[in-house]
Structures are given as structure tokens and as C-alpha cells.
T-cell receptor, first 111, second 112 residues
Framework: NAGVTQTPKFRILKIGQSMTLQCAQD?????MYWYRQDPGMGLKLIYY???????DKGEVPNGYNVSRSTTEDFPLRLELAAPSQTSVYFC??????????FGPGTRLTVT | GQQVMQIPQYQHVQEGEDFTTYCNSS?????IQWYKQRPGGHPVFLIQ?????EVKKQKRLTFQFGEAKKNSSLHITATQTTDVGTYFC????????????FGKGITLSVRP
């Protein structure tokens, strides 16, 4: 099993551009999550999903959108990128909302 | 609001010393998880504690859940350079069983 995969690993965006961060898992997990991590601030939940077709906002959803059309994929969309969205983004999945498995992360810089 | 506190954010120890860190909540928790993130890496699940007073060991790491289920400790015996990283506690807040709330973490550095 590949576990949780994320693409791209690194990306530089200009202010106002859009992009989609990809996340996929092959463990048949129902729960999937997107976090952002800023230095010294821990992990902040952006959006999460408890199953295909169901998504919900986390702590910091503004400026982001998600969709969950399949169990495996949970892409995160950034519209109109802003410098405040410079961060490391982690996708995670879990079987039963307990132990979470994290992907390797995407380092995004918005300039 | 309801949250979990990890203080301090940084700690430096000499290799071979013991290290203990705590995670504190103002409310009773249903369970608590601990994760470790190596520098440049992603968080990795270490353990979950559920029962009051529960103690679990993983080699040199000992995890304990408080009797009142409002705090937890992580103790590392005889630290090694491989213990370097950030340790996060994470909890399910009341009414939010589908998502975890993470503490800010404690970053441990070990002097060889």
C-alpha cells in the first residue's frame, strides 16, 4: 500500500493564482482531512470529510474548497492565492476518526 | 474555548537525560493521541490512551493518561538523537468525534 500520497511536493504561486492540491489514499478509509501547518502553530484543520460526498469545514476554511467524489481522493482547491496561504499542507486519513495517517505534505509559497 | 495546551514549545536536553512533557485540557477528554513529527517530515501516530490512569510503553517512551482524563504525559528515558522532533497531543473535543484538535506541540532537541 502507498498509504496517503500528496502532489505536488513543492509549489510556488503568484498572488491571485489558483491551484489544486491532490490527496489520495489506498487504505479504504472513510475519513479524510486537510491541515495546514505554520511554524510554531501546530496543525490547523481546514476541511474534513467523513465519506464520499460529505465534506465539512474545519477551523480555518476561508480561501479553500474541497470535494470528495470518491473514497480515495480528497483534493483541496485554493482560489485567488494570498501570501497568508503560504504554509505546509498535510492530508490525512483514518478508518474510524481515531488514528490518522498523514501524507508527506505539500510546501506552498505564495509571492 | 476548549483546547489542549502544550507548554513549553521547545525543550533542549543532553543526550542520555530523561525528558517529560505534558498535555493539559480544561475539560474531561474521551481519549488522547500522541504524534511525532521529525524535522522536515509528517506527523506519525504514536499511541492512543482511552482509560483513566492508563499507562502504555513503547521502548523508552512511556505515555500516561491522567486519573481525571484532563491531562497526559509523555516520558522519554535516556534520550537519544533519534528522539529529536516535535511531539503533538491530539484530542476529540466535545461534540466533535469526527475530527482531532492538535496541541501546538513541543519541539525536542537533543545535544549529543
Amino acid at each position: 500500500n502507498a498509504g496517503v500520497t500528496q502532489t505536488p511536493k513543492f509549489r510556488i504561486l503568484k498572488i491571485g493564482q489558483s491551484m489544486t492540491l491532490q490527496c489520495a489514499q489506498d487504505m479504504n478509509h472513510n475519513y479524510m482531512y486537510w491541515y495546514r501547518q505554520d511554524p510554531g502553530m501546530g496543525l490547523k484543520l481546514i476541511y474534513y470529510s467523513v465519506g464520499a460526498g460529505i465534506t465539512d469545514k474545519g477551523e480555518v476554511p476561508n480561501g479553500y474548497n474541497v470535494s470528495r467524489s470518491t473514497t480515495e481522493d480528497f483534493p483541496l482547491r485554493l482560489e485567488l492565492a494570498a501570501p497568508s496561504q503560504t504554509s505546509v499542507y498535510f492530508c490525512a486519513s483514518s478508518r474510524n476518526s481515531y488514528e490518522q495517517y498523514f501524507g508527506p505534505g505539500t510546501r506552498l509559497t505564495v509571492t | 474555548g476548549q483546547q489542549v495546551m502544550q507548554i513549553p514549545q521547545y525543550q533542549h536536553v543532553q543526550e542520555g537525560e530523561d525528558f517529560t512533557t505534558y498535555c493539559n485540557s480544561s475539560t474531561t477528554l474521551s481519549n488522547i493521541q500522541w504524534y511525532k513529527q521529525r524535522p522536515g517530515g509528517h506527523p506519525v501516530f504514536l499511541i492512543q490512551l482511552v482509560k483513566s490512569g492508563e499507562v502504555k510503553k513503547q521502548k523508552r517512551l512511556t505515555f500516561q493518561f491522567g486519573e481525571a482524563k484532563k491531562n497526559s504525559s509523555l516520558h522519554i528515558t535516556a534520550t537519544q538523537t533519534t528522539d529529536v522532533g516535535t511531539y503533538f497531543c491530539a484530542v476529540h473535543l466535545t461534540g466533535a468525534n469526527s475530527k482531532l484538535t492538535f496541541g501546538k506541540g513541543i519541539t525536542l532537541s537533543v545535544r549529543p
